[in-house]
C-alpha cells in the first residue's frame, strides 16, 4: 500500500489514526525475505526514484526485489542489469506491468501502468566526449527523464575534434538548458572546456575508457577534480546514476521557482 492510499483510506474512515500510522511506519523499510531490506520511502523523502543495482543480483532476487517495491510505490529503476536480468524482466509484462529498458545504459524502468511520473519544466544537457562513453551518458539519461526533467543529448564530441566541442555547446545554449552532464574517458578533458565555455553547473563523468597508466577511468577522475574552470562538479567513474540524479535535482528546483 502507498502512502497516498493509506491517506485515502483514513480521510474516507475506513481506517483510523492508529492504522494509518502503522501503515505509514511499516511503508519506511520493505523486507524481502533474509537477504534484502530496502528502503521504499526513499522518494517520499527526497523526490529520488527508488534505484537498485542490479549487476550483484541473482535473477530471483531481483525478481521478488521488483515485484514488492512496484506494488508499493508503483515505479522501480534497475541499473547494471545483465541479459538473463532482461530476460525475467521482460516478462514481467505478461502480468500487467510497464517495462521500458535502455540496452545501451543497462538500465530498466519497471512500473504499473497506472503510474505517472512527474513532468517539470526543466533540461537537462547530456554530453558525451566519444561512442565509447555513450552507455553511461544512456544510464543517466534514463534517470533523468524518470524524474521529470526533459533531456538534451549530444554525442561523440570529444576535443580530439574541438570543432565537434562548439558545436556541442552552441546546442546546449540553444536549447537553455538548466544543467549539464559530461561524460568523459581517456584523459577527461572535455568537461574543463565545455565549463569555461557555458554558464550553468557541470557535472563531469569520468569513464573507464582508457589504457596505460591512467587506465580506468583513474587519469580521467584526476583530470576533472583537478580542472581549473569553476563550477565542474564530479561523481566517481562510471557513475550515469548519481550524475543523472544530481542534474535531475538542480533542474527540479529551478523548475519549482521558474513556476513561481
Known amino acids: 500500500m502507498d502512502l497516498k492510499r493509506i491517506l485515502e483510506l483514513l480521510a474516507k474512515g475506513f481506517i483510523t489514526v492508529d492504522e494509518a500510522l502503522r501503515e505509514i511506519r511499516l511503508f519506511a523499510l520493505e523486507y524481502i525475505e533474509d537477504s534484502i531490506r530496502f528502503d521504499v520511502g526513499r522518494e517520499l523523502r527526497r523526490d529520488v526514484p527508488e534505484i537498485v543495482f542490479g549487476e550483484g543480483k541473482s535473477v530471483e532476487e531481483l525478481l521478488k ?18 541479459k538473463e536480468h532482461v530476460e525475467m524482466l521482460k516478462s514481467l509484462e505478461k502480468e500487467g506491468l510497464v517495462v521500458e529498458i535502455n540496452d545501451r545504459g543497462r538500465v530498466a524502468v519497471v512500473k504499473r501502468r497506472d503510474y505517472e511520473k512527474p513532468v517539470y519544466s526543466c533540461k537537462v544537457g547530456i554530453v558525451a566526449a566519444g561512442t565509447a562513453d555513450i552507455a553511461v551518458a544512456e544510464e543517466a539519461k534514463t534517470i533523468v527523464e524518470e524524474m521529470g526533467c526533459k533531456v538534451i543529448t549530444v554525442y561523440d564530441v570529444g576535443i580530439a575534434g574541438f570543432q565537434r566541442v562548439l558545436e556541442a555547446v ?8 538548466d544543467v549539464a552532464i559530461v561524460v568523459a574517458g581517456m584523459e577527461g578533458a572535455l568537461p574543463s572546456v565545455i565549463t569555461s565555455l557555458l554558464d550553468v553547473p557541470v557535472i563531469g563523468v569520468p569513464t573507464s575508457v582508457g589504457y596505460g597508466v591512467g587506465g580506468s577511468g583513474v587519469a580521467a577522475l584526476y583530470s576533472m577534480l583537478q580542472a581549473c574552470p569553476l563550477g565542474l562538479a564530479v561523481v566517481n567513474v562510471d557513475n550515469g546514476v548519481n550524475a543523472g540524479i544530481i542534474a535531475s535535482l538542480i533542474g527540479r528546483r529551478v523548475a519549482f ?4
Request: proline letters at 0%; a positive charge.
Open 170 to 177: 552552441k546546442t546546449l545554449k540553444k536549447e537553455d538548458v
Open 65 to 82: 526485489l521488483v515485484k514488492a517495491v512496484v506494488s508499493r510505490v508503483g515505479r522501480i529503476i534497475i541499473s547494471r542489469i545483465r
Open 257 to 260: 521557482y521558474r513556476q513561481r
